[in-house]
């Protein structure tokens, strides 16, 4: 396939045609010149590759496939080699069934512990996010498959994912929500990026030309193709202009009209169409070479098991009350018979088996207690009383329903069902020795936590979680993960508490996210960032830091074989420009036998000391390299002089939020921060809409959108009749009726044209005709 003249041979129609998708996942094919279509699927934790019905949020099903745990516990593992074998793993899965590329990893950063997808995202840290995330790209590619990582940047909400504004400063792009996007491109290589539906600093990402071009490629060097997310494509002729290379899903015209018109009136360059098809052209050429592989499901199965257990984290382990003997416990709580091993959403696996954990522990007793909602009855909690009573240990399994976390909409808040706090607070109060399993996608508040001996939290654990859950409980296996995201006490806790969630985020905490946040603030956590427990113990000694790396030595010191992670923190030389108190900078996971010692080299560079300053710079002055088992466990520590420049402190920093972070900060201080006044934004009447306004919004006060938009609504749960209240009908109420105009054409299979959505704009805008 010669790229450069097939290119030469295309009309313009053709090419603006070629640059959007076939259908809900494919390319287009262009028989005449000898162009195959090229097939795409979600996702980052398991292939969802469908074959009938289509589509973009996980409703419909898929061929079977592995689901590997969701990014919340692969996360947790802080084993790049071992997200890089999932990663290879599901490019065989994928070449297998004909696909070409896989929509994954995702690695925005966790920015409140509400964000509905948090549990498809790596941490709340752009360092360990954006490590795992190149190792899963470049393990996924070096099967032949393409990785896609997502969703480019600042997409860190539910609420208005389509059409919010994430606002934020330069330096906090930069050093928070760019960075693991940095890595992965740099180390990962990955064929193709995907930009956000949102927008950033007032532009859409899939226009923004600073962010896909001038960032993305010319300064990380990317020479994939940007795909939008699906149905993110706000200004078609922006887009080619901003290098926002291939509109998906496909089967529409938007815009079409226009881009022939731009090109033709001089207003969009040709050229620019033209470094588009080429960046298609070379991924479709690479996918017409792919050869169909052949896998092994059952070692995709056992690998899947072996992320679970080395991303379960033990929280706590009072008197070594774990590992338990089977025998002597009983099982409390629904999620024993159905845990919960993934998320709602375009990431939605069809596993191809899922192991309980009654099946994996078939021989101890177990009684559900509540129901799938997590409710309890009096008899249902008397008889898990009587349970927990009779045996020595009670094992309590609780978490996060369904319908608590998905994506298109954030959590409501920290809290468990009010079920499973009375069901463990229940056992609890009559077993000294009850232990609590958690599932779900990220931090829960436990008002019973010191009423209970032990917790094992494992996050979303895929298809072989309940296996993992019995190895872990029983000591099959030793816990070794370790949480990427701070567990603060309560919501209250959360910095962006007041911004998050908002139609236009404003990201006024900064820089101050998870740790960096609770460190700087000297604000308790129930459990640090980078905290998990082992059966085992180590010791750290033998500190050697230099510019270029850390060197420490560990050893195992109990009596069974683990797995640690020696986390490296640097802080900041006292005064100059604000900084977080520590800043994680290295790890590395290492394994050892009991007894067994062994030097770990974890490199540093001169972005281990930097800050953005209109471009990285590193301040100079005496640093403190800390290495650790979390970010507050630290182990040992050394000072190291690092020569750099001297800059300057703003005069607004002085006594500011920034430098104190007592209470919040206000849009005063943010403002500064900013550099300048914060946008305003009109207030959303008729008269005033545009088609990046959904249905939802317009129905207001505009009686065309209303009638629509209960249409919609109505359909939609008529169509879901019993599983009105599941997770996916919600989704897809907003997903739908949430959706800008624009992305109705988009990704309504071409039943809506651009035409009959600028009718539904002109009557919601109360004018009747052109
Ligand atoms: C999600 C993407 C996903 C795409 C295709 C979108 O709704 O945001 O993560 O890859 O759908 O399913």
């Known amino acids: 396939m010669d790229v450069e003249k097939i290119i030469a041979s295309m009309t313009l129609n053709e090419k603006i045609a070629f640059c959007t998708g076939a259908d809900m996942w494919h390319t287009k094919a262009l028989k005449r010149l000898g162009i195959p279509a090229m097939k795409m699927s979600d996702g980052p934790h398991g292939l969802r590759c469908q074959e009938d019905k289509t589509d973009f949020i996980g409703i419909n099903k898929s061929r079977p496939a592995t689901c590997f745990p969701t990014a919340v516990t692969a996360g947790a593992t802080w084993d790049p080699e071992l997200y890089a074998a999932e990663g290879a793993a599901i490019g065989f899965e994928a070449l297998a069934s004909g696909v070409s590329v896989v929509l994954g990893p995702g690695c925005n950063i966790k920015r409140s512990p509400l964000g509905g997808r948090n549990f498809e995202y790596l941490s709340e840290d752009p360092y360990v996010s954006g490590k795992m995330a190149a190792a899963f790209v470049a393990g996924q590619q070096s099967t032949g498959a393409s990785s896609c990582v997502k969703h480019f940047a600042a997409n860190s909400q539910e609420y208005k994912r389509q059409n919010g504004d994430s606002r934020m400063d330069e330096r906090t792009l930069r050093e928070i929500y760019l960075t693991a996007f940095e890595i992965a491109v740099k180390e990962g290589r990955p064929d193709t990026v995907m930009c956000a539906y949102n927008k950033l600093n007032g532009i859409h990402c899939s226009d923004h030309k600073e962010l896909l071009t001038g960032i993305l490629r010319q300064e990380w060097g990317f020479d994939g193709t940007v795909i939008t997310d699906w149905?993110?494509?706000?200004?078609?002729?922006?887009?080619?202009r901003a290098g926002c290379d291939l509109d998906m899903p496909g089967g529409h015209r938007f815009m079409h009209k226009d881009v022939l018109r731009a090109v033709r009136d001089g207003s969009?360059?040709?050229?620019?169409?033209?470094?588009?098809?080429?960046?298609?052209l070379r991924l479709v050429k690479k996918s017409a070479e792919q050869k169909k592989v052949s896998f092994d499901l059952q070692a995709h199965h056992a690998l899947a098991l072996e992320i679970a257990r080395q991303g379960a984290v033990l929280l706590k382990n009072q008197d070594n009350i774990l590992p338990i003997n089977p025998n002597e416990a009983v099982l409390i709580g629904y999620m024993a018979e159905d845990i919960r091993y993934q998320g709602t959403g375009s990431s939605h696996v069809n596993p191809t088996r899922v192991v309980q954990l009654t099946q994996a522990m078939p021989d101890t007793p177990y009684i559900p207690c509540c129901d799938s909602y997590g409710e309890v009855t009096p008899e249902s909690l008397a008889q898990a009383v009587c349970a927990a009573k009779a045996h020595k240990v009670a094992v309590v399994v609780a978490g996060l329903p369904t319908i608590y976390e998905s994506e298109a909409f954030d959590r409501a808040n920290m809290a468990l069902p009010e079920g499973h706090n009375r069901m463990i607070e229940?056992?609890?109060?009559?077993?000294?020795?009850?232990?609590?399993?958690?599932l779900g996608g990220g931090p829960m508040e436990l008002p019973w936590e010191k009423q209970v001996r032990g917790i094992l939290y494992m996050g979303l654990p895929g298809q072989a979680g309940g296996q993992a859950i019995a190895d872990l409980l029983t000591g099959v296996a030793n816990p070794s993960g370790k949480l990427t995201e701070s567990w603060p006490y309560t919501y209250t806790d959360v910095v962006c508490r007041d911004t998050f969630g908002q139609r236009n985020p404003e990201y006024r905490e900064g820089i101050y996210v998870g740790y960096r946040y609770y460190e700087t603030a000297k604000k308790e956590v129930r459990y640090p960032f980078g905290h998990g427990l082992s059966y085992t113990g180590f010791t750290y000694s033998h500190l050697n830091v230099t510019p270029k790396s850390v060197s420490v030595q560990v050893e195992n010191t109990g009596t069974v074989a683990g797995r640690e992670v020696v986390q490296v923190y640097i802080a900041p030389p006292r005064g100059g420009i604000h900084r977080p108190a520590k800043e994680l900078k290295g790890f590395a996971k290492v394994p050892l036998e009991p007894g067994q010692r062994t030097t770990v080299t974890i490199p540093l560079d001169s972005r281990s000391f930097a800050l953005w300053q209109d471009g990285w710079v590193v301040p100079e002055g005496t640093?403190?390299?800390m290495v650790g088992a979390s970010c507050q466990d630290i182990r040992c520590q050394d000072s190291i002089f690092i020569s750099g420049s001297t800059l300057s402190v703003p005069q607004w920093q002085k006594g500011s939020w920034y430098e104190t972070l007592r209470g919040l900060p206000d849009r005063k201080e943010w403002e500064m921060l900013m550099g300048g006044p914060a946008a305003e934004y009109p207030p959303l009447k008729k008269g005033t809409y545009t088609l990046d306004n959904t249905l939802l919004e317009m129905q207001e006060d505009?009686?065309?959108s209303r009638m629509l938009y209960r249409l919609v609504r109505f359909a939609i749960v008529r169509a879901h009749g019993k599983n009105a209240d599941s997770p996916e009908c919600r989704m897809l109420v907003e997903t739908t009726a949430d959706c800008p105009l624009r992305g109705l054409v988009i990704s309504g299979k071409g039943l809506l044209t651009d035409g009959m959505v600028k009718a539904i704009l002109r009557l919601s805008n109360g004018k009747k005709r052109k």
Do not use: M
């Open 268 to 280: 969009l360059q040709e050229q620019d169409v033209d470094a588009s098809v080429r960046r298609v």
């Open 623 to 625: 640093y403190t390299v």
């Open 426 to 438: 229940a056992v609890a109060q009559v077993n000294s020795n009850t232990v609590v399993v958690l």
């Open 702 to 704: 505009a009686a065309a």
């Open 231 to 240: 149905g993110a494509t706000h200004n078609r002729i922006a887009g080619f």
